[in-house]
T-cell receptor, first 113, second 117 residues
């Protein structure tokens, strides 16, 4: 089955700096890669996703890059703000009927003033 | 639409009782819903895939007789924890596939915190 590794497990940045979280996946058939943000005690919220026919996708301060050959994808947050502090999870799946997500272990991002 | 609700948000029960958790997609139809379990400071662990009108598919190691799943309509899936024990205490989260993100995109409910005494 699919295995997703995520690094780092914790990340502390100063407000205004950039943050980068990296994930690798094992199944070359995976073609859908979402990123979720989860605040303490809350639901995971989809913040951005990318499909394997695209190498990069951007949405305001958030961007995701995908390297299919190396089987890794990354989340980039620019101009970080205190409200970006949360746990971020990457995931991978093979699209189709009832496509199961395999999640990474999560990255706790702390944005300090 | 991409709103998923879950009820109850928290529940405390005695050991040996059963607890039912509801997951609803409020503004879209979801043929497929998923049930996850999350321990403190850990990732989401998929328990089962719930398909409307058919039996759920359970992940390896998840007891289907203990965690009963019913997906009777395109907007409702239920998870019943039968004969609950303290080790079943956890945060249970459902997700529904579809909505504005299209196929494959999962939107999550707010979760249910179960405490078994």
């Amino acid at each position: 089955g699919e295995n997703v590794e995520q690094h780092p497990s914790t990340l502390s940045v100063q407000e205004g700096d950039s943050a980068v979280i990296k994930c690798t996946y094992s199944d070359s058939a995976s073609n859908y890669f979402p990123w979720y943000k989860q605040e303490l005690g809350k639901r995971p919220q989809l913040i951005i996703d990318i499909r394997s026919n695209v190498g990069e996708k951007k949405d305001q301060r958030i961007a995701v890059t995908l390297n299919k050959t190396a089987k890794h994808f990354s989340l980039h947050i620019t101009e970080t703000q205190p409200e970006d502090s949360a746990v971020y999870f990457c995931a991978a799946s093979i699209t189709g009927t009832a496509s199961k997500l395999t999640f990474g272990t999560g990255t706790r991002l702390q944005v300090t003033l | 639409g991409a709103v998923v609700s879950q009820h109850p948000s928290w529940v405390i029960c005695k050991s040996g009782t059963s607890v039912k958790i509801e997951c609803r997609s409020l503004d879209f139809q979801a043929t497929t819903m998923f049930w996850y379990r999350q321990f403190p400071k850990q990732s989401l662990m998929l328990m089962a895939t719930s398909n409307e009108g058919s039996k759920a598919t359970y992940e390896q190691g998840v007891e289907k007789d203990k965690f009963l799943i019913n997906h009777a309509s395109l907007t409702l899936s239920t998870l019943t924890v039968t004969s609950a024990h303290p080790e079943d205490s956890s945060f249970y989260i459902c997700s529904a596939e579809g909505g504005t993100g299209g196929t494959d995109t999962q939107y999550f409910g707010p979760g249910t915190r179960l405490t078994v005494l």
